[in-house]
């Protein structure tokens, strides 16, 4: 266990540097409009990936584990027919919606079809990697499940980007988002040879009875509707920001947010490396162990969080225009803010994903539906007048707000405490708390 969480946190703070890495390169490339216009892109594509993938990532570990699938390559095809089918339904959905919102609105003002058709081919790619990645992550391979998505991706596009800017090329927003794709195909085939590696070839599939395909639906909707909740409230910040203010204001937030999200790196390790765990224990009710995994992976999430949020509070306008440029530099209270939400939502741990893990995704939707309209509201009044600052306060209260209903919801429906310094509810075996 503590060699796959190492292996886990090194990939992860690879990935970590390198998307760090190439907002440095493309904040100094682009002008900060520009730079504002693509991070409006990736934000554009981040939200509708999330509907894509329709709830799947969860719900393919949570059948897995369930049933033994590692074992019965036909059940592994069976689900998969429903997954593809249920991408491609969502697909066609997502892209009807994305051509009317380029065309039709002045969200995108420039190259408007070349850059509709990258964002597309970006979200097709990232879906289908993320699918892949959850059916490693199913087949008890956490570590090889974030290789493609998480190290080969980024780092390529990293490299990409210098390779182009030493050969001396102009980039602009339109081949960023090439070199993107360009390494979402990469990582896309090194996901596709992992699953044909360990025998789940994933072009095998398997069609089944209409009822089953619907008894699947019905599980993934509330799981894809909360973790769309859960992104848009993510990305909604930087999609208001384009429609109330401008690019230079979402360059500006961008740049704190991506330094803010190294605060929670422990914490999605921490997710990756337990929640096939907590589904395992949740079935055998074994729920003493299932509280004590759960305590720990919030301390273990708080310990790691704390120092970047202290660096990130106290040193942010150096860091700011020492990674950026002194333009940037401006951003140091809107990284300040975003540092504490996310120092919140870290030491609050893995309440979301123990819900939808244990059945519970109807109230990890609540929660985060709560906390999205909260958060769309904040925006629509602070925005106007604060810019990308209004937009921090926003994101701080809506994760304060979903964090604290997640809570409440674990301790309701399952009866354990996942804070580390308060009392167990569950009994031991003998007797103890």
């Known amino acids: 266990m503590k060699r796959l969480a190492g292996l886990a946190l090194l990939i992860k703070l690879i990935s970590m540097v390198a998307a760090l890495g190439t907002s ?25 990936v999330v509907f894509l993938s329709g709830g799947l990532p969860t719900l393919t570990v949570r059948e897995y584990a369930k049933t033994a699938y590692s074992d019965n390559r036909g059940k592994v095809a069976q689900f998969r027919s ?119 070839h994933p072009f095998m599939i398997k069609f089944v009875a209409l009822g089953q395909y619907k008894a699947w639906a019905k599980v993934a909707l509330p799981l894809m509707a909360s973790s769309a909740f859960v992104v848009a409230t993510q990305n909604l910040d930087t999609i208001m920001l384009g429609i109330l203010s401008t690019n230079h204001e979402i360059a500006l937030y961008k740049v704190s947010f991506q330094l803010a999200g190294l605060i929670i790196i422990g914490m999605n390790v921490v997710n990756l490396i337990t929640i096939r765990n907590f589904s395992s224990f949740f079935d055998k009710m074994e729920m003493r162990r299932f509280e004590e995994i759960a305590k720990k992976s919030t301390l273990y999430c708080i310990i790691l969080s704390v120092p970047f949020a202290i660096v990130f509070v106290f040193l942010g306008r150096p860091i700011l225009s020492l990674l950026f440029g002194e333009e940037y530099g401006a951003a140091s209270m809107i990284l300040a803010v975003l540092a504490i939400a996310q120092l919140i939502n870290a030491s609050f741990g893995i309440v979301g994903a123990i819900l939808n893990i244990t059945g519970h995704e109807r109230m990890t939707l609540k929660g985060v539906a709560i906390a999205f309209v909260i958060n769309g509201v904040l925006n629509a009044v602070l925005i106007g007048p604060y810019g990308a600052q209004g937009a921090a306060i926003s994101t701080l209260v809506a994760t304060l707000t979903w964090n604290v209903l997640l809570y409440r919801a674990v301790r309701n429906k399952l009866d354990i405490e996942t804070l580390p310094y308060l009392p167990y509810r569950q009994i031991s075996k003998s007797g103890e708390e």
């Open 24 to 48: 440095v390169v493309l904040a100094r490339m682009l002008d900060t409009d520009g730079f504002g216009l693509y991070s409006l892109c990736i934000s554009v594509a981040a939200i509708s």
């Open 82 to 200: 429903f997954s593809y089918l249920w991408m491609l339904a969502l697909g066609v959905l997502v892209a009807a919606v994305l051509y009317v919102v380029f065309h039709y609105t002045t969200l995108i003002s420039t190259e408007i079809n070349g850059i509709f058709v990258q964002v597309i081919t970006l979200i097709i790619l990232n879906t289908v990697i993320i699918y892949f990645g959850s059916e490693i992550r199913a087949f008890d391979l956490t570590t090889a499940s974030q290789i493609p998505n998480l190290l080969i991706r980024p780092v390529l596009f990293i490299v990409l980007l210098y390779a182009v800017g030493f050969f001396g090329f102009q980039i602009d927003l339109l081949s960023a988002l090439q070199l993107y794709n360009l390494s979402m195909v990469v990582a896309v085939v090194v996901s596709i040879l992992i699953l044909c590696g360990i025998r789940a």
